[in-house]
């Protein structure tokens, strides 16, 4: 055995390590809700305040919860892709309007067009601390048992949805 | 039209590089003459073409030509013009062609600076530094081209950031990529003798100037980096062990290493194989530090904007370049013979132990920095590693390092005696163990590791003072102590300076960890707060424009003893274009203290929170690294280099020289 060839090997894997680390992104926290119940809420519904929309009524079905406002900027950017996929109707999504206020909220659908289903008002911001929300927008796919099944920190992009939020949305209608 | 320019003369430099990375190795491999005679117009050609391109682009960041991508991303029509150039390094395409740049400059340095090498080496050297900058053209012109057009055109840019909107960004990068890329000059030597089969103590004296330079910048633009965090982010702390610090400390702590194993490899013709590795290991990590900045798989302040595709392109560039050197020196260096034996008490392995040591320190941060991305690729969790495991990991393997150095110089060659080299450096390692006893012990504060660092930073002045008393004793002739002084050669004064650099930056680092005070403080105006000694006076804070941000400005007098000392002005300035509120503290430095205010947030009436520090001895940490540079730049002016250099255009009126003996 040469030891010369030492230097070589102990190259190769760090070199092995970082393609590794190339794939992978060192800001993307793992949420320690992902595999666990989804945390219940009963919230008043932006455009009809005197109804109440909770978690309970939506068991049964696979869907997206997105943490939005519009003083976010984010938001803004993942809006479009929102109203993609709302057209393409492969998986319902419900709005959670984050610390916000009533009038800017409903000014800012109007505008940008509305790809929620329902949209839950949470103005003190209590769901968002049960969900663990770092900041607008996240975005949580919830399995029809009512289980996190992956969580999205920061604005979805068109191919984050192709390669890892639509794949699971199919496998868990399927189950 | 003129973004344009640039781009093709890159894409021309491309293609001389390739000719300079193929014909001259080629031809030196077959000893044909005119093949290898193309290496030196290649790199000149190349430099011209890469300035080109590189004015180009200061054109068009000082036009404010925001149809360019790269110009609209990282410049604004308000920013003030020597920023607008500094923006051309400011983002990773820009900076890109600065190395790109900085490499050229270097090759035309060899080009001039090489006529006293043999044709074969110069030729191998030159077309390996080709070969390294066909890697980064390629990279430029493939992911991350700084020319690129924005059509339509952007009406304002997006402006650089303001962390960077500082006159210490102007120089540190330059400053920095001349170490980085000073080390592949090193290397190319190193590739060069492997190639060639010729490693031998003539190739040592050729590789050391270089190395040195190198160094020299590399101290520089890594004290710049530590000065700018120091009093730019607001945090008053200097080293922070982030990954980008850490992807320059290493670089610099194998460029060390490499200096001090030259240097046996020239006296004394030993630690060939080894010399080759490290110089291989120094440049490959300059690399590796690119790699880490500009791929995203580390997170730091400092990471560029990420792109996968550059991560993949960086990494297959690296596992080329350095797998490619690490199997040639596999193949090659047994071929190369050991040099001649010794004593493990002795100079050399003095040296070698303390080669060991910084590769042990290098290797713990290396291990440091990427074991978040090895647990993360493992599937082990994530984690970040901090200041704790450095500063645990570091101490203990500079400890022994810095002891050897004040032995090292008075050891003899191959054979030294352990009695007798006590009995010399008894009355040092006295004197600098009770100085470091007492000397805390006087200031009100003793630790066992305030008297630590002391012990090492008098030792080496100790030891320094004992071997220069001998070296006079022993000089002849001369008459006087001037004369005896000036017999010495200027590369023995240059490591006297350096490690006199390396205690002045001990003692730095001892004094603000041991006695530096800090106060986070809620301060009304008209209120005063009291630290180490000084009187800070709040007189509120002013609104102050400037070109591109608006400040709170606040005005501090500072009394002690109830006379005026300065008076001082830290701002909180909010950038205009990303909005942005940046801290700029304000700093009162002095030789044996630096005070420092940093403005926090803004409380309701006029009061502000504010952060005060008294930091005693803080400059001398990047004082001491300025003197360990000016002890590089001093080795490298030493008379055998200039005699080198000069021998081939004095070999023409030879009649006229005088012979002058040479001291070594």
């Known amino acids: 055995m040469n030891r010369f060839l030492i230097p070589f090997g102990l190259f190769i894997v760090v070199v092995g390590f970082l393609a590794v680390g190339l794939t992978l992104n060192p800001r993307e926290l793992p949420s320690p809700l992902v595999g666990k119940a989804a945390p219940q809420f009963s919230l008043p519904q932006l455009h009809d305040p005197g109804k109440v929309i909770s978690s309970n009524d939506l068991k049964g079905q696979v869907w997206l919860l997105n943490f939005w406002a519009s003083w976010c900027g984010g938001c803004k950017d993942e809006h479009p892709v929102l109203i993609h996929l709302a057209e393409s109707g492969e998986v319902p999504i419900y709005g959670m309007d984050y610390k916000d206020q009533r009038n800017e909220a409903l000014g800012w659908l109007k505008d940008w067009g509305n790809p929620y289903q329902i949209v839950a008002v949470d103005a003190p911001g209590r769901v968002g601390i049960d969900y663990g929300v770092y900041g607008v927008p996240e975005t949580y796919v919830i399995d029809k048992q009512g289980v996190i099944r992956y969580k999205q920190i920061g604005p979805l992009r068109e191919d984050i949805l192709k390669t890892k939020i639509l794949p699971l949305v199919k496998e868990l209608q399927q189950q | 039209m003129i973004p344009e320019i640039g781009h093709y003369a890159l894409i021309l430099a491309l293609c001389v590089a390739v000719v300079q990375g193929t014909l001259p190795i080629y031809g030196a491999a077959v000893s044909n003459a005119s093949l290898m005679a193309v290496a030196k117009p290649a790199a000149r050609g190349q430099f011209l073409l890469v300035l080109l391109a590189f004015c180009c682009l200061g054109y068009a960041f000082a036009e404010k030509d925001f149809s360019v991508l790269y110009v609209a991303a990282t410049s604004n029509s308000q920013l003030p013009l020597h920023y607008r150039l500094a923006a051309i390094w400011g983002a990773h395409e820009g900076s890109l062609l600065l190395w790109m740049f900085i490499l050229s400059i270097w090759m035309v340095a060899v080009s001039f600076f090489s006529t006293h090498l043999p044709d074969a080496m110069r030729a191998r050297i030159l ?33 650089l950031n303001p962390l960077l909107q500082d006159p210490g960004m102007v120089i540190h990068p330059p400053m920095l990529y001349m170490g980085y890329v000073g080390f592949s000059v090193a290397f190319s030597f190193a590739i060069a003798a492997l190639l060639g089969g010729t490693l031998d103590a003539a190739w040592a004296r050729w590789s050391r100037p270089w190395t040195t330079v190198a160094w020299c910048f590399m101290t520089v633009g890594v004290a ?84 996968p595709k550059r991560g993949l392109f960086i990494l297959v560039f690296l596992a080329v370049v350095i797998g490619g050197s690490l199997v040639l020196y596999a193949w090659r260096a047994p071929r190369v ?23 042990a320190a290098l290797g713990s941060v290396l291990l440091g920095t990427l074991y978040p991305l090895f647990l993360d690729a493992l599937d082990l969790g994530k984690i ?17 390092a810095i002891f050897l150095m004040g032995i090292g110089p008075l050891a003899q060659w191959k054979q030294a005696s352990l009695p007798a080299l006590a009995i010399r450096l008894r009355w040092a390692f006295g004197v600098s163990l009770v100085t470091a006893v007492a000397v805390p012990w006087l200031m009100g504060q003793w630790t066992p590791l305030i008297s630590l660092g002391l012990l090492l930073a008098f030792w080496i002045l100790t030891t320094i003072v004992v071997d220069l008393r001998e070296r006079l004793l022993q000089a002849e002739g001369g008459g006087g102590i001037g004369g005896r002084l000036a017999m010495l050669p200027r590369a023995y004064w240059g490591m006297v300076l350096a490690h006199c650099g390396v205690a002045l930056f001990i003692v730095g680092v001892t004094m603000v960890k041991g006695f530096e005070v800090e106060q986070d403080v809620r301060m009304n105006v008209g209120e005063t707060a009291t630290l180490g000694g000084y009187m800070f006076h709040f007189d509120g804070t002013q609104q102050v424009n400037g070109p591109n941000y608006v400040a709170a400005r606040g005005t501090f007098r500072v009394t002690k003893d109830g006379g005026e000392v300065t008076v001082m002005y830290p701002e909180k300035r909010r950038y205009f274009v990303q909005n942005q509120t940046m801290t700029e503290a304000a700093i009162s430095p002095g030789l044996l203290r630096d005070l420092y205010v940093s403005l926090g947030e803004p409380l309701e009436g006029g009061a502000w929170s504010v952060r005060l520090y008294h930091k005693p001895f803080i400059d001398w940490i990047w004082g001491g690294c300025l003197v360990m540079a000016s002890g590089g730049v001093l080795a490298v002016s030493d008379r055998r280099y200039r005699l080198a250099w000069r021998r081939k255009e004095a070999a023409v009126p030879a009649t006229a020289q005088i012979a002058r003996p040479t001291v070594s």
């Open chain 2, 127 to 159: 077309g390996v530094m080709g070969l390294v900058s066909v890697g980064f053209l390629l990279f430029m012109l493939t992911v991350s081209n700084p020319f690129e057009r924005l059509i339509p055109a952007a009406l304002d840019g997006r402006d």
């Open chain 2, 384 to 400: 970040s590693v901090g200041p704790p495991y450095f500063d645990t990991v570091f101490l203990p393997l500079m400890t022994p």
């Open chain 2, 337 to 359: 013979g050991l040099g001649g034996g010794f004593a493990m008490i002795s100079r050399e392995g003095m040296l070698l132990a303390n080669n060991v040591l910084l590769v």
């Open chain 2, 224 to 307: 710049m980096g530590s000065g700018w965090a120091y009093y730019e982010l607001g945090w008053g702390g200097w080293w922070f062990w982030d990954p980008v610090e850490n992807a320059s400390f290493m670089p610099w702590l194998a460029g060390t290493a490499l200096m001090h194993s030259l240097a046996v490899t020239d006296k004394r013709g030993g630690f060939k194989a080894w010399s080759v590795l490290l110089a291989i290991m120094a440049f490959s990590l300059s690399l590796l530090g690119t790699f880490l900045v500009r791929s995203g798989v580390l997170t730091s302040v400092h990471a560029f904007a990420t792109d």
